[in-house]
């Protein structure tokens, strides 16, 4: 866990965390600029290549074309029981391809896919459409995010409780069961939770939503382009509804739901293990800025789905720091940057199936190391125990 470089003893906030010896990232100021790493990175890997891009767009919708094939052919054949052990296996398999599409859909937002903002636009609000989630919409928070990342008061997602706002049910929830039910939500429907209602993004003083061109998530002129997200998705699952009258629902969620379910799953648990670990500090507005910020994410080992997903995984902390790289030149541009980086580039190797469970267990809530610190007070870690 980390990177390269040598922590001082006496840095109060580099020192172990109390959570399993885990060493804390750095909160001070860093001894190089932005510029400076960016001189680092070759100047090829900020190219975008319409061709390239396109052709991972391509292999995706092939893959996803050869697994409807396979299943809608062979799984039907299979004497019973198989069946049902055959259909989570694609649901598995096409999720994952579903995810990397969904990626490149993100990739259009970050102006990463080519150099045509329209053209970007255009292929990324039909390619969120078509997986159920609102591209202008998400576009404009996803922005707002990379801009505030690990301010308390600005941050848009996963804006951790301060243990002082923590109600009663977290304490019941603080247990085995709980946090498998608190789990079993977050994967299955808090992609939609989140876009519905906001929920774990940042407090606003009215209702706030990704579907409601008058959320205060967006200002006033960006409400026509809420309203065209909206139509994308309704005009999809009108399509939708059209395939289940004359195919039946249950086949429709078996070629596609099934598949979106764990798309939306992994959405859910890349997104959280990026911004959620005992080494990553949250700044309250005395103490932020978005270098801290940006520094303020891990890089996650997903194995072979690494590739599938198009490096957004191992490469999250470049993502932040230039987000308009195309994911083909980030893992280059990764290992220039990190010997500049040292003890500043946090990755953690931790499966993240077990990584998952660790988190949601370890970050229940955040809290100064010493409130009576008045140098430090402003930087909260996680902490799991009242």
């Not at 893959?63 to 694609?90: K, R």
């Amino acid at each position: 866990m980390g990177a390269g470089g040598r922590s001082n003893p006496h840095d109060l906030h580099v020192k172990k965390s109390e959570a399993g010896g885990i060493k804390r990232a750095p909160t001070s100021k860093p001894p190089f600029t932005l510029a400076d790493i960016k001189k680092a990175i070759p100047p090829h890997c900020f190219e975008r290549s319409l061709i390239r891009s396109f052709s991972y767009l391509i292999a995706d919708l092939t893959a996803v074309s050869v697994f409807y094939y396979l299943a809608t052919t062979f799984i039907p054949q299979l004497p019973h029981p198989l069946p049902y052990l055959a259909w989570p296996v694609y649901w598995f398999l096409q999720g994952c391809v579903f995810m990397g599409i969904w990626l490149i859909a993100h990739e259009c937002g970050h102006h990463a896919f080519s150099d045509h903002v329209w053209l970007e636009d255009t292929l990324g609000l039909i390619l969120h459409s078509c997986l159920m989630t609102p591209y202008f919409s998400w576009k404009i928070s996803h922005r707002r995010h990379h801009a505030n990342t690990g301010s308390l008061e600005h941050d848009e997602v996963y804006v951790p409780k301060r243990r002082s706002t923590l109600n009663a049910s977290a304490f019941y929830l603080n247990n085995f069961i709980g946090r498998t039910l608190t789990l079993l939500v977050k994967l299955t429907l808090g992609w939609y939770i989140y876009l519905s209602i906001n929920a774990a993004g940042r407090p606003y003083d009215k209702f706030a939503s990704h579907y409601d061109p008058r959320s205060p998530i967006f200002a006033d002129n960006e409400r026509v382009l809420i309203l065209i997200s909206d139509i994308g998705l309704l005009s999809f699952s009108y399509l939708l509804y059209k395939v289940a009258m004359i195919q039946g629902f249950t086949w429709l969620f078996c070629v596609y739901g099934g598949a979106l379910m764990v798309m939306n799953a992994f959405l859910v648990t890349i997104t959280y293990l990026h911004h959620t670990h005992p080494s990553l500090p949250h700044y309250d507005d005395n103490e932020w800025n978005w270098m801290k910020g940006a520094f303020a994410t891990v890089d996650r080992d997903y194995g072979v789905l690494n590739k599938v997903f198009h490096n957004i995984t191992d490469t999250h902390v470049l993502h932040h720091l230039f987000s308009y790289i195309p994911h083909y030149h980030a893992m280059e541009a990764t290992k220039a940057i990190r010997p500049i980086l040292g003890e500043f580039y946090q990755s953690d190797s931790t499966p993240f199936f077990v990584a998952l469970w660790r988190e949601s267990k370890n970050g229940l809530f955040i809290e100064p190391d010493d409130e009576r610190d008045e140098k430090n007070k402003g930087i909260y870690w996680f902490r799991n125990n009242y």
